[in-house]
């Protein structure tokens, strides 16, 4: 039986009241710290939820997120082909 692999998006939008920087808004830390105790506010929804992919779509959406494709490979049980 074939692994299954699940996809979730979740956006979070906040308020603030001073421009924030790329390193900032990409450090989840930095991004709790601000919205609980900081000087911001903001919320979570989740916009892809459980979506289901196979092995070809889980190494191909890896690589999209700049991984070598390898993501879960125990559960794979194979290398990622060239090329994936």
Not at 1 to 20: A, C, D, G, H, Q
Not at 28 to 41: A, C, N, Q
């Amino acid at each position: 039986m074939e692994p299954k692999f699940y996809r979730n998006v979740v956006t979070i939008e906040m308020l603030s009241n001073e421009p924030w920087g790329d390193d900032e808004a990409e450090n989840l830390e930095v991004v709790k710290y601000e919205i609980t105790d900081g000087r911001s506010v903001g919320f979570i929804t989740r916009t892809v939820s459980n979506e289901e992919l196979n092995r070809d779509e889980m190494i191909a959406v890896d690589i999209r997120m700049g991984g070598d494709g390898g993501f879960l490979i125990d559960l794979i049980g194979e290398e990622p082909e060239d090329g994936s």
